[in-house]
């Protein structure tokens, strides 16, 4: 394989993601900023900093889940599931991109052959 058939492989696999994400874009952008709102809400009923609101949000919504951070109020911690959820979705949507994108640019490039 040429490098430079793999470069336009690449590219057109980039470029694939870039269209589908701005489709999804709504969608996206609504779930991401419900992940930011939950996170800011549990921050202060847990009394924490808004940054750490964030990152608790991101990383319980990735399912990373370190456990530095721990909702001890039960309003919280429903608020995390939800947030579990929304995170979830995002998740989907971005692997459901990427799979379209490869599928787009394996077929492209199974015709340049």
């Known amino acids: 394989m040429h490098i430079s058939y793999a470069r336009n492989v690449r590219r057109e696999f980039y470029k694939t993601v870039w269209f ?17 709102v939950l996170g800011l809400i549990i921050s202060h009923l847990e009394e924490w900093s808004p940054f750490d609101g964030i990152y608790f949000a ?45 599928e787009v640019t394996a077929q492209a490039a199974k015709s340049d052959e």
């Open 20 to 36: 589908y994400f701005r489709v999804v874009w709504p969608i996206f952008s609504l779930l991401l900023m419900m992940v930011v």
């Open 58 to 102: 991101f990383v319980t919504g990735l399912t990373i889940g370190y456990g530095d951070l721990v909702p001890k109020l039960a309003t919280s911690r429903v608020l995390a599931i939800v947030l579990g959820f929304h995170g979830i979705l995002m998740t989907a949507i971005f692997a459901a991109i990427s799979i379209r994108a490869i």
